[in-house]
C-alpha cells in the first residue's frame, strides 16, 4: 500500500465525504444554520481542492511518457518533457498553499481567501493549541528544493537542467535536421542510440525522484489529518 493509498484511508477525508453527501441532501432553502453550512461547504470545498492537487502530482509522474509521436506533431518530444518538468514542480510547490487553505477552513479561522497567509495561520491562538505548526513545518521541508526552481519558472526564467536541456537538442527538429545533412548514417544511428538512452535515463530517474517526493509529502499529510478529523469534529458541536 502506497502513502497515498493510506492517505485517502484516512477517517478526516471518509468524514469530510459523508459529512458532503449529507450537505448535498439537505433542504437548504429552509435550514437557518447558514454558519454551520458554510463551514461544512468551505471545509468540502478546500479539501477536496488539495486532494485533487495530490491527484494531478501523481499523474504527473504518468505524464512524463506519456508522449505519443506523430510526424504533424509541432510540439516535439523536448518541449513536452520540459512542459511536464516544470508543470510538476510548479504543482508541487503549490501544495502548502492549499494545505493552509484548507487549515483556514476546518479551523474555521474566518481569514479571507487572499489574505491566507502561513504566519497568520499557524500562529493562531486555535491553531497553536494543535501540533499542527510543528507538523507544516516538517512537511513544509519537503518542498525546499523546489522553491528556487518554481520562483525561477513563474517569474524569469524556464527551468535549468543539464540534462533536459541537452535533450531540448538533440529532439529540436531544426538542429537534427542540420545535423542529419552531414552526418553519414552510422552517425545518425549512433546519435539516435544516444538520444534514446539520454531519455530512458532521464525520465527514468526523474520518475523515481519526483515518485519519492510525492510518497514524503503525502505521509507527512496523514499526522495534519490526524488532527484536522478531531477540530472538524469539534467545530460541528460549537456550530450545531
Known sequence: MTNFDKLLEQPFLKTI??????????????DKNFDLLNYLNDSF????????LYDQLQNSIEFLSNYRYNKKDEIGRGKHLVYNVENYIIRITSVSDRMLQMINAIFNLGINEKDVKERLVLNNSKVLKTNIPEHFKNFKKILIDFTGDRNAIIHRH?????????????????????????????????????????????????????????????????????????????QKSILK
Request: charged letters at 35%; glycine letters at 0%; aromatic letters at 16%.
Open 45 to 52: 470545498f478546500y479539501t477536496i481542492h488539495l486532494m485533487t
Open 158 to 234: 524556464s527551468y535549468i537542467n543539464e540534462e533536459l536541456f541537452r535533450l531540448e537538442k538533440f529532439y529540436n527538429p531544426t538542429i537534427v535536421e542540420h545535423y542529419f545533412m552531414k552526418a553519414s548514417p552510422e552517425e545518425q544511428e549512433k546519435f539516435k542510440f544516444i538520444r534514446q538512452q539520454t531519455l530512458t535515463n532521464f525520465i527514468k530517474k526523474t520518475k523515481s525522484d519526483f515518485k519519492e517526493v510525492n510518497e514524503l509529502c503525502f505521509e507527512r499529510t496523514i499526522p495534519i489529518f490526524k488532527v484536522l478529523e478531531s477540530e472538524f469534529s469539534k
Open 17 to 30: 465525504l459523508l459529512e458532503n453527501m449529507e450537505f448535498e441532501n439537505r433542504d437548504r432553502k429552509n
